[in-house]
């Protein structure tokens, strides 16, 4: 049997979405998810934040319920109460995904900055995939992908538009 690891993808990506490329954007997270899913990837982990965590967790429930039920939908998130300075309608959407996730974590039992990238290396260090939305070299996604990569796991940009499936990580 495959080591865990091998089936696990995790995401990582900006909070800002530009609105005319939402769509784009989410075609090619489900896509790059049907691919990994066809390799026998079935488990898949999230941060919970807002922007691309979040949008990666709507296309998740939704192959899941569309025609790739047997997935598995894991929450990572920070700390108790990380969701506290989110608006109104942030914390809503976040209510109404936290019921449908298969499993939750919670990394820190304690608020901090630093339990944000405890995070991110405990998303990675699960996973043989990480799918991400990064268009800039610094920052936490940035970091995130340059942590994968050094763990040996595979990453995939979607903003990278050289094709359906080719690897490519955040460095320009």
């Not at 005319?20 to 898949?44: M, N, S």
């Not at 209510?95 to 405890?118: I, Q």
């Not at 991400?132 to 996604?141: E, L, R, W």
């Amino acid at each position: 049997m495959k080591d865990l690891r091998q089936k696990t993808c995790c995401f990582s990506g900006h909070r800002m979405i530009p609105e005319q490329q939402r769509a784009y954007i989410e075609k090619r997270t489900k896509r790059y998810i049907r691919q990994l899913y066809k390799t026998g990837v079935r488990y898949f982990g999230v941060g919970g934040a807002i922007g691309y965590d979040t949008l990666a967790a709507e296309c998740l429930f939704e192959l899941r319920k569309k025609d790739l039920p047997d997935m598995k939908i894991v929450l990572v998130y920070p700390f108790e109460g990380f969701t506290d300075r989110w608006t109104s309608e942030q914390k809503a959407q976040f209510s109404n995904l936290l019921p449908r996730y298969d499993k939750t974590v919670c990394v820190s039992k304690t608020r901090n900055k630093s339990a944000y990238l405890e995070r991110n290396r405990r998303l990675a260090d699960g996973s043989a995939y990480c799918i991400v939305y990064c268009t800039k070299q610094t920052g936490g996604t940035a970091y995130t992908v340059q942590y994968a990569e050094s763990c040996g796991v595979t990453v995939y940009n979607i903003t990278q538009n050289t094709g359906a499936w080719q690897e490519r990580n955040c460095r320009y």
